[in-house]
């Protein structure tokens, strides 16, 4: 029963849909390079099949580039979940809408229990992991309800109108004025141990590490954000683009390697 659920559920939301939130498309391109570069042999090829000329890259901002199409409101949740401080996922109230973690582990299902989906199927599911493994790692995708993971935080970044969900979005990677390719360059390179125990986890333990940083994420001065904030923060940012990338590879190479 829960098979020909999850099927029907994924056929009639891929043909009623063709949505948005996470890191900013700089930020989403990386974590489809880093994951591009952690393929195994296996799983290039499958997916070479499924994506044709589409990189994980491209993939990456599929679910932004689309978050006006028609019929696709449902989705808005998926990008994100709210866990109160001091709470677990298993321990807060979940949404009935839907949320990243249980899409995530939903979409994953989906391809191990059907594994001969049609193509067109599995090309929208895999885009959509690509994103959502990716807004998962952004500290503040992994929120407050009470502020909307910082959204109704207002603040000013370097002068300029924003707000603190924003600000990690995007404004200190754009403040960078890198490339995706390289800011992806720039980043650490894991040992293989260390890409093992990244990969050796799923959604609900990479939200905790989201939740993990939200004190000093919170803890600023005031309103004025600039150069301290970045300082104290973008290696977080440049860690999160790693580890979501190296994950996303890990999800695929188990799905496809």
Sequence with gaps: ???????????????????SFGWGATGHRVTGE?????????????????????SLVL????????????????????????????ETYETSEISS?????????MLIDSIEQNPKLPIESQRDIIRMLVH?????????????ADDKGGNAIRVKWFGNPSNLHRVWDSDMIDGHKMSYTELAA??????????RELQNSGPREWAMESMSYREGIYNYPGEQLGYKYVYQHFDTVQ??????????????????G
Excluded: C
């Design 59 to 86: 993939s990456s901002t599929w679910m932004d580039e689309i978050k006006s199409a028609p019929g696709t409101r449902h989705l808005n949740p998926w990008h994100y979940v709210s866990i109160p401080d001091g």
């Design 132 to 144: 959502l493994i990716g807004d998962i790692h952004q500290p503040l995708h992994v929120g407050r």
């Design 239 to 256: 860690q999160r683009l790693l580890e979501a990338g190296i994950r996303i590879a890990g999800v695929l190479n188990r799905l496809y």
């Design 186 to 195: 720039s980043l650490y390179r894991p040992t293989r141990q260390e890409i």
């Design 34 to 54: 880093i994951a591009e570069q952690h393929l195994s042999k296996k799983a290039r090829k499958k997916l070479r099949a499924i994506m044709g000329q589409e």
């Design 97 to 105: 809408e839907g949320d990243a973690i249980w899409a995530i582990e």
């Design 1 to 19: 029963m829960q098979k020909l659920f999850i099927t029907v559920f994924l056929f009639s939301f891929l043909i009623s849909s063709e949505v």
